[in-house]
């Protein structure tokens, strides 16, 4: 056996030790398994600088280590000067407009609270889940004229507390 075979058995051999040192480092499995993978990596890239006789494990584990290090200050650079993901959720974002539309629907649902229960069920079930007037009155139980009397008078008091006048 050659002297580059003994190096890669021992290498192998260890695998398991560096992967559980690499968790406990990371404390994420799949993080651990990448930064183990680095670490073979720079082993395997770097064995001409192994001392042999000396211990293999220790060198391993400060190569994982040195690589966790730099994985950590890589991430802390890249949180200083990138946005996190979900703000590119946020690109054209008019902080304005939200807080407008959440005045609009408190004021909408203020409204729909005022509606007696049997007009808010219908406007509720018609307007906002889109159910039809027929499957309105097959869920309610209620013809379906009963429905429509309901809506039209529900959507008028609605309009009215909003200020659209029943005219609308």
Not at 25 to 30: D, F, G, T, V, Y
Not at 126 to 152: F, H, K, N, Q
Not at 158 to 166: I, P, T
């Amino acid at each position: 056996m050659t002297k580059r075979d003994e190096f890669a058995d021992a290498l192998g051999s260890m695998l398991p030790r560096l992967r559980r040192f690499a968790f406990s480092l990371s404390r994420n499995p799949a993080d651990a398994d990448d930064l183990a993978a680095q670490a073979v990596e720079r082993a395997l890239r770097s064995r001409d600088q192994f001392t042999p006789g000396t211990r293999l494990d220790s060198w391993l584990f400060r190569i994982t280590r040195n690589l966790w290090i730099d994985e950590g200050r890589s991430r802390q650079r890249k949180a200083a000067w990138e946005a996190p993901p979900e703000a590119g959720e946020q690109v054209g974002f008019d902080g304005a407009a939200a807080i407008e539309r959440s005045a609009e629907l408190a004021t909408v649902m203020s409204a729909m609270s005022a509606l007696p229960d049997e007009q808010r069920e219908v406007v509720s079930l018609i307007m906002i889940e889109g159910l039809g007037y027929r499957e309105t009155a097959e869920l309610l139980g209620l013809p379906i004229g009963t429905v429509s009397s309901r809506l039209v008078r529900g959507r008028t008091a609605l309009l009215a507390s909003l200020g659209g006048g029943a005219d609308q």
